[in-house]
């Protein structure tokens, strides 16, 4: 990517401690499976919009129009049970669910991805499902008995809640190491009740 461009996300961020848990849950469970790109710790978080190779001139009119996005009551989530986008045969991602407030959780989607569309961004083709990538599985991947039990032990356990009080607009390098993710803005999600 050139230097006028910027690789942008936005996210909500995923409380350290349950973060901690979602790590070591998937490497325990399938420690020693290879075949599997781990999320690093540190770049847990649920997305709520990926904007891609973003021109850097652009970067200010995002801010602008995400800056007037609140929501009138908290967005309390939890992190629910694992899962797998794809099959046992040929998993693709393993992920952790998010239950609790999802309907305000999809109301805030929609109202990203209306504002970002009144910029220019395409919209999501694909129907919002909030969820939290632990990893991504190669092709090579076969250690489907313990992917297997993995799922059926975590399916419906609770990994841990929280208030969504802000998003975060990142920015992600690709490195060979994997992706840096550094915040570029903050936003709050709650309203001012004074």
């Known amino acids: 990517m050139s230097d006028d461009k910027a690789r942008l996300f936005l996210a909500i961020d995923i409380p350290k401690s349950i973060r901690s848990i979602l790590y070591d849950l998937g490497r325990s469970g399938l420690a020693g499976s290879t075949g599997l790109k781990w999320v690093e710790e540190s770049n847990i978080h649920l ?3 990926f904007l ?3 021109s850097r001139s652009q ?3 995002i801010q602008d129009v995400l800056e007037d996005i609140t929501c009138p009551d908290s967005i309390g ?3 629910r049970g694992l899962g797998i986008f794809g099959n046992l ?3 693709r991602v393993l992920w952790a669910g998010v239950s609790g407030d999802i309907e305000a959780l999809r109301l805030l989607h929609q109202e990203v991805e209306d504002k970002c ?3 220019g961004f395409d919209r999501d083709v694909m129907e919002y499902r909030p969820h939290v990538t632990l990893a991504r599985f190669k092709e090579s991947f076969a250690d489907t008995p313990s992917l297997r039990r993995l799922l059926g032990a975590n399916n419906d356990v609770s990994l841990g809640s929280f208030i969504a009080e802000s998003m975060v607009l990142y920015q992600s390098t690709l490195l060979p190491s994997g992706p840096v993710y550094t915040p570029v803005k903050t936003f ?4 001012n009740k004074d």
């Open 52 to 54: 891609g190779d973003v």
């Open 47 to 49: 997305t709520l919009k």
């Open 188 to 191: 709050n999600l709650i309203e």
């Open 117 to 119: 569309a009144r910029l």
């Open 77 to 79: 989530l939890e992190i």
């Open 59 to 61: 970067i200010d009119a």
């Open 89 to 91: 045969r040929r998993p």
